[in-house]
Structures are given as C-alpha cells and as structure tokens.
C-alpha cells in the first residue's frame, strides 16, 4: 500500500486516486510496523469532505477516528476527531539552574518527588483540593482561564511568572471570530444551561495536575548536541548542558474531554437528524462546515479547552519549580517552551489558508518562517519537545525546511506499540520495574505502570531516525530521565 519515495518517505495514493496522496514518514521499519486499522484511518480521513492533506507520522497508530499522530488539513471544514477528546494535549519543559550531578543522591530524588506530588497530585480526578500547597481557584479565575488564557490577570492569580507566556506555541485562544466576547457569550450558554456551575468549577480545580495514563512529568540531565549548530541552538533555547530540567506532559484534564464529548455528540445528532453518510461510516469523522453555527461552536470549544490546558501546563511548571526551591533552597527555573500536539489551528498550506488538525502532532516551524518572526526563535526555529520513554530518553529538536512536506509537523513521541490491556497481558511487572532500576530511573509508583512501560512503545531511536533522515527536524540536545511524577489511572487522552 505505501510506496517508498526516499530513506523515511513514502505516499498512499487517495482513494480512487482522487487529489493528492497521503504522505507518509518513517523508515522501512517503521512502516512496516504501522497496523491496519492506522492505515485505514488514514485513508478514511483523507476521503472525508474538504481534506486536502493527510500526513502520516512515524509514531502513528489507531485512534480516535483518524489516526494518533496524523496531520489532516482542510480549507472548509474543521473536524473535532483529528483534534481529539484531549484537547491541546501538550508538552512543556523548564530549565533550572542546577547541575544534575545536584539530584544523584536517591534521597534527594525522593524528597523532589515527594514535594512534587504534594503540589501536582496525579489521578484521574484529583484538583487543587487534593494538594497539599493548593491554590483557590473560584469561579472568577476559572472564567477566565478558559476565555483568556495565560493573560497577565490569571497568571497574577496563579503565581506564574507573566513573561513565561511569551514562551509559549500560544498563550491563548480566541473565538472563532477571533475575539474573546465570542468565548465569554458561549461560556455563558454553556453555564446557564445543562452544564452546571458546579461542574465547571470542579473542572478548572484540575488546574496544575496531570491527570493519568500516559501523562507524566520527568526530570532530565540535558545533553546538548557535540555540533556547533546544536550548541548555538541551545543557547538561544536557554538549555544547559549537564543541568537539570522537567518535562512535562498534559491536556486539559477533565474540562477539555468534558468539551470535546458534548461535541461529538451533537454532530452525532445533526449527522442523524439531516441524514448525512459518516465519511467511512465511521461517527468518530464527524464535521461542521466552516461558517456554519455548527463550526463556530466547536472552534469556540477548542479554544476554551486550548486556553485551560495552556494555563494547566504554567501553573505545573510553577509548582514544579517551587517544589525544587523546597528541597534545593536558591533554584532558579528558566521557562524552555510549551508546544501542543492535539489542536486544529489556521495556518498556510500549499500558499492557502488551511485549518491544519494535528492529532498526536507537534508543529515545526523552522528558522525564518513568517510565524516566528515576533518570537526569540526567528533564525533557529522553535523547539520542539519529543518525548520517548524514560529508558531511552527523550529529546529537544529545531525543525528543517524538509519539514514542508509534512505541513511543517513531526511526530509528538514514540506512538504505542501495545495497546493498554495487550502490554498488561505481555509485559512482566517484575521485569519492568528491574528495567527501571538498571536505568537509576526513580518514580513516585510502587510498580511502575505496565501499559506505560518503555516496550509498550515504539523503539524511539528508529522513530527519530525516520524523523533525520526525512529531513523534518535535527536534535538540539537529549533528555536523560532521572525521576518520573505517573499515574496508572486511564489516559484523559
């Protein structure tokens, strides 16, 4: 079915040929080992009305209507599978100054993880009433959490430093007619209808947690590249090399699935209601037409779930920080970058205005792209945060001009290998948790969570190989995992 085009590139002629094939990257390994299920999605989705591009990711696999770690892009439609009931899952990473040879000690590990809990309990339920240094979160902040984002006012709140929202993929989201009243009016329907206050507030509580699955927080040695570029790139990043950082890996909890299921739903509904055919049958590919009622609603959605996640992952990444001052008294923290990978965003493809839907997708701008040109990364490209597994590590990278060919996307990890139930039926507990300690990999789990263990994913360095040699991105510098903050409950996302 795929046809090689180059080292880690190929193609999927369209169904019937029509328009232009699915792209695909990955090396020969990889692409033999993507399942059928990806595959069909794949063309499922670029045979759904208004799709003008499917690009396969080498970390892809089956998901929720169009495959995890895709990007579909459309110029009249916007669709709330491709985004996911995760809405703008992400990832973010702090720099402290602090050398990692500060945290070999186990007992200091184990009073950071200790420390980090309190303030960031994991759990698929747990909120800022569950930590122990929890801050009040009411009804005024959670309003506007989610209709302005990371603005100056919410972070005041919060105690995050302002200017960490510069550092940021977007620090925040306006309605679908670009304005922020579009939010505040459908927040308002929302709350003076079946929703409930109640609900809502409960939701915006989650704020600076995790949640479970495969959501994570993870203290790093950063390794910067031997090459002269790479080094040069750090510094402009703001990474030290042999220091210690934390990554971080979270959506928008509760509120952002509440959000995205309500969506569904009613799609479902008019879907039935019109009799309108699924494309493939399949509800999961559910669409509203731009300009539509339908449209403006669930864009007006995403931006809310976008904004809270955003908000989540600053209000982590504070917590965290202030965690390390409490065992490590004078820890500085420098904000890296926060990138989403579950979010459908305006952007030009192929000299057009597309809404571009990356699902388990990071973007890649690289150096000299008009997007960045009010940002400190016009003339090295963003940092893109690709996380492995704790084993094998994880990385930081700038992207390429390769990275066009994938309307400027990379994967956004390694991508499951074993679905949950199949790595608890394969994985040996005993044999996971050696494997942990061979590394000097410490976790705040008794057992580390067998449907989250290394082998229960991809082989990273095959998937970051795919990623070089399509020329989409290089490495920058490389995440030595020291300690991992999980959760076994099951994934928001």
């Given at each position: 079915m795929i046809q090689k085009t180059g080292k880690a590139t190929g193609f999927i002629p369209a169904p019937g040929n029509k328009g232009k094939p699915i792209t695909v990257i990955g090396t020969d390994t990889i692409m033999e080992g993507f399942d059928e299920m990806c595959l069909q999605q794949a063309l499922n989705s670029r045979s759904s009305p208004?799709?003008?591009?499917?690009?396969?990711?080498?970390?892809?696999?089956?998901?929720?209507?169009?495959?995890?770690?895709?990007v579909m892009a459309s110029p009249t439609h916007i669709y709330p599978g491709p985004v996911g009931v995760d809405i703008k899952c992400s990832m973010s990473l702090i720099q402290f100054d602090l050398l990692d040879e500060a945290i070999d000690d186990k007992s200091t590990r184990r009073e950071l993880i200790n420390a980090i809990c309190k303030r960031t309990p994991t759990g698929a339920g747990k909120g800022q009433r569950h930590s122990q240094h929890g801050r009040e979160i009411n009804q005024e902040l959670g309003y506007r959490m989610a209709t302005e984002g990371a603005s100056e006012w919410v972070c005041e709140q919060l105690g995050i430093p302002?200017?960490?929202?510069?550092?940021?993929?977007?620090?925040?989201?306006?309605?679908?007619?670009?304005?922020?009243g579009a939010l505040q009016k459908r927040l308002d329907k929302m709350l003076d209808g079946g929703y409930g206050r109640d609900r809502f507030l409960g939701k915006m509580q989650q704020v600076g947690t995790y949640g479970g699955g495969n959501h994570f927080g993870e203290a790093e040695r950063v390794e910067i590249g031997d090459s002269e570029k790479a080094r040069?790139?750090?510094?402009?990043?703001?990474?030290?090399?042999?220091h210690v950082a934390f990554l971080s890996h979270c959506g928008s909890r509760g509120f952002g699935h509440d959000l995205a299921s309500r969506q569904f739903k009613t799609l479902e509904k008019k879907f039935d209601a019109w009799g309108i055919p699924y494309p493939a049958g399949d509800k999961k590919l559910v669409y509203a037409p731009l300009g539509?009622?339908?449209?403006?609603?669930?864009?007006?959605?995403?931006?809310?779930?976008?904004?809270?996640?955003?908000?989540?992952?600053?209000?982590?990444?504070q917590l965290v920080l202030e965690a390390f001052q409490e065992v490590i008294p004078g820890v500085t923290g420098n904000f890296i970058y926060f990138i989403s990978?579950?979010?459908?965003?305006?952007?030009?493809?192929?000299?057009?205005?597309?809404?571009?839907?990356?699902?388990?997708?990071?973007?890649?701008?690289?150096?000299?792209?008009?997007?960045?040109?009010?940002?400190?990364?016009?003339g090295t490209g963003h940092p893109i945060l690709l996380p492995g597994n704790p084993r094998d590590g994880s990385v930081v990278m700038a992207a390429l001009p390769g990275a066009e060919k994938s309307c400027y996307s990379v994967n956004h990890g390694a991508g499951r290998k074993m679905g949950r139930?199949?790595?608890?039926?394969?994985?040996?507990?005993?044999?996971?948790?050696?494997?942990?300690?061979?590394?000097?990999?410490?976790?705040?789990?008794?057992?580390?969570?067998?449907?989250?263990?290394?082998?229960?994913?991809?082989?990273?360095?095959?998937?970051?190989?795919s990623v070089r040699q399509a020329e989409l991105a290089s490495v920058v510098a490389k995440l030595k995992a020291r300690f991992v903050i999980k959760d076994a409950s099951k994934a928001d996302d």
């Open positions: 208004g799709v003008t591009e499917v690009v396969i990711n080498p970390d892809a696999h089956a998901g929720y209507g169009a495959p995890i770690g895709c302002y200017e960490w929202a510069a550092r940021c993929e977007d620090a925040y989201h306006l309605g679908h007619d670009g304005s922020t040069a790139t750090a510094e402009v990043f703001g990474l030290k090399d042999k539509t009622q339908e449209a403006d609603d669930y864009i007006d959605d995403m931006s809310m779930g976008a904004n809270f996640a955003t908000v989540n992952h600053l209000f982590i990444n990978h579950n979010i459908a965003k305006k952007e030009v493809v192929n000299n057009q205005i597309q809404w571009v839907h990356r699902k388990g997708a990071t973007r890649a701008f690289p150096a000299f792209h008009h997007e960045l040109k009010e940002t400190p990364f016009y139930k199949h790595a608890f039926r394969e994985l040996d507990q005993k044999e996971v948790d050696t494997d942990m300690d061979a590394h000097d990999i410490m976790h705040n789990s008794r057992a580390y969570p067998r449907d989250e263990a290394p082998d229960a994913y991809k082989d990273f360095k095959e998937v970051l190989k």
